[in-house]
């Protein structure tokens, strides 16, 4: 029997006694401490379940043991939410790291971590753009703390850091592109110039991509569009991770929808959210509490709703909405609708199809959409109707007092505003200590 199959049918404790002392595929495994955990035994794990030598030689992830458990006995996706580079553990940070940084700082580290991976600037550029706007805008799972994921991807030649993009078949206002297994971010700035270059001579340009990666924040694209006085829309699929209204298993994507729409004086209504409750990273960060979650955001491993954390990590996402007395059968459709607009019409990999998240046994083939449309050829006014409609949810009386009523975009916009006053962006001591570690690896000057 091989490892892999006698892995599927135990559990985490048994798998704990099970496990070697060395890993038979990866000379660059270190021994497992007795009852030890962490990154090297993780790698083990994942190395043992795929039978992959590949799969380990530069990466892990981070999480408890047990965690992965429910991976290997259900064959499902896993939970962690990073890759990490074993050898960072033989690095100790200095104690007294600063944890704001100017963003051209974080910037400049960014690219030249792609850079060491061999990744051209230009491209590396492109990254960290959207890596930084995530963080500038407070979305911080999508900025410095997903650099490793990309900075893997290319290592591991999973992702070709080099790639630029090209179309397959184009109209006046329509283009099918090919992102060639490009960084997600180069292969969506490209479709967003492009369908803004078509929206300005038509007044739409609608581009879906196939063989694209993951692209980050999906407002970025959107918000692109409204600098040049257009709407702008952006969507992508991901790995499956949420399950479909009734269903027990997870069939599709966190699948982030994005509108961004100019209003008077430097104003936008920019949505830019994802179609499930919550991402799989906040049911953790309640697990590791031991407090229980709110029902609605999570399905055990018999598709039913669940307060457990635990529970929630080894079932699925729930889309938005919650279950179905909640209607979260709309989020289901939402997400679908991502997909329809992405996965389907590119004619790239769609909802179960998607590699699970954090492997990287093949190409993520991701299905992108990009929509860029010019409101100047509908009503005149539309900038002042888009403030007029913002400005008076704004102004209406809140229910709490300490809580005014904002419009999409509002937060992440007092996030930015954070950001400029406080002269860089904050970060937990824990991702920079981690960034610290990536440096030393890749032979990159730390952040300062
Ligand atoms: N690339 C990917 O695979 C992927 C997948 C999922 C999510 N994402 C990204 O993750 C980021 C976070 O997504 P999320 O769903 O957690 O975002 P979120 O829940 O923080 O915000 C969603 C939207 O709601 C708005 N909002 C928040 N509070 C509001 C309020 N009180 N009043 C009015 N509007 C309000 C925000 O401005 C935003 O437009 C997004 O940028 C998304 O694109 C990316």
Redesign the pocket.
Known sequence: MSGCSVLARWGGAQLLAFLPQTCQWCPRLRLLPPGGHGPPLLTLLRHLYCGRRSYCITGSVQCDPLLLSPLLVQDRYCYCTMATFTDKDKYTPPADLPTKYAPDEVHRYMVDCMLAVGTPRPQATDLADVLVAADTRG?Y??GLNRLEMYVNDVKQKVCDGSAFPTIIKESVSTALVNGNNGLGPVVGNFCINLAIKKAKETGIGWVCARGSN??????WYAMKATKEGLMGMSF?N?SPLVAPTRAKKAALG?N?I?LSAPAKNGDSF?????TCVV?VGKIEVERRKENPIPEGWALDKNGQPTTNATEGMEGALMPLGGTELYSGYKGYGLGMLVEVFCGIMSGGQYGPHIRRWMQTDREADLGQCFVAIDPSFFAPGFEDRMSDMMDYCRGMEPADPDKPV???????RFHVEKVKLEGGITYHINQITDSWKLAQVLGVQPMK
């Open positions: 979305h799972s999508h993951h692209y980050g924040i999906a407002g992508t991901t966190t982030p994005s920019v949505l830019d959210m994802a991402a904002l419009a999409p975009g509002d937060p992440e």
